[in-house]
């Protein structure tokens, strides 16, 4: 995640000449030797340390992009604000609820911008959900459902890496994939539906051992016949979902489906009509609108310049945009944040109305009921 910033500060005038303030990629904190000359050979960083402390304590440090594990989230997240640099931080921002209050309390408390890596809400399809749905081109909005479904953890020999320790990650898929599907649900439909009230959850590890890792590795790894340890967090997780306007939602979220990459998507559904989503075809919406209730037929609607922020990275319809390009319009609304001193995008107050959702879906899993909230 570390290199996607990098990519996304160093590419955002690229996109958005006019942007009110241009970035300049200063220093880099990271433990692995091999890894700081990388950020500074291949990355052009201007120096590289093995302790972030000494990163804050330069002059030349305006915004820090927090892209560890979830374990250093509090520790750096709350330092950075504390010395008045604005923040990019990645989700779920800390291990749970309590750390992410914690750091969005540091950065009410200094008056800096913030930015968390939500990144899927910036996609041009999603924005034009969102239109629509304010607009009440559905009509009243009767249902949201959420998926957030990945592969990358489905091999049983994928290492045991600090993803499933909770002293180091704290939850598993939920912080990890479903803060994802409440920011997108909330996003889209929330204007319209008002808060999540009340939810129901359940939850399983599907894989409970895991090879030990031996050494720094992602999450992609594999490990041996080596020894084996328990995993400590979910890898599956689902809610159903009670909106304050009566709508009701759906959220799934897995790291081990089978034949999922990245299925990743929406579908909201209201008295007049439908629309969905998937991340894997980013430039397409799928609509049903304006028509009679039986009998409805969906239509592709291809994202074309003026949807979102398409025109910044691309000419006309049809022409795709990627992961990394959702980084640098996160990367170009907390410049604007920054600018205008009005927040643009999702901040830190995103990242606890998430976490309280993600929490919630924990007490119910372990409380065996529906949570109030």
Sequence with gaps: MGQVHSRAWARLPHHYPAAALRPRLVAVAEPDAGRRDEAVSGYGFLAADADWRRVLERDDVDVVSVCGPNFVHREIGTAVAASGRHLWIEKPAGRNLEDTEAIAAAVRAAGVRSAVGFNYRNAPAVEVARELVGAGRLGEVESVEVRMLADYSAHPDGVLSWRFDPALAGTGVLGDLA??????????????????????????????????????????????????????????????????SGARGHLVASRVAVGEQCGYGFEVRGTAGALAWDFRRMGELRVCLDQDFQDAAWTTRFIAPGDGELGAFQPGAGVAMGYDDLKVVEAHRLVESIGTGTPVGATIEDAVRTARLVAAMGTSYDERRWVIL
Excluded: C, K, M, W
């Design 179 to 244: 803060s994802h599907g409440f920011d997108l649900a909330l996003y889209v439909a929330g204007g319209s539906t008002g808060p999540i009230t009340e939810l129901v959850a359940d939850q399983a590890t599907f894989v409970a051992q895991r090879p030990l890792a031996g050494g720094a590795v992602s999450h992609f790894a594999r490990g041996g016949d080596g020894p084996r340890g328990p995993v400590g967090n979910e890898d599956h997780a689902a809610a159903l979902l009670r909106f304050g």
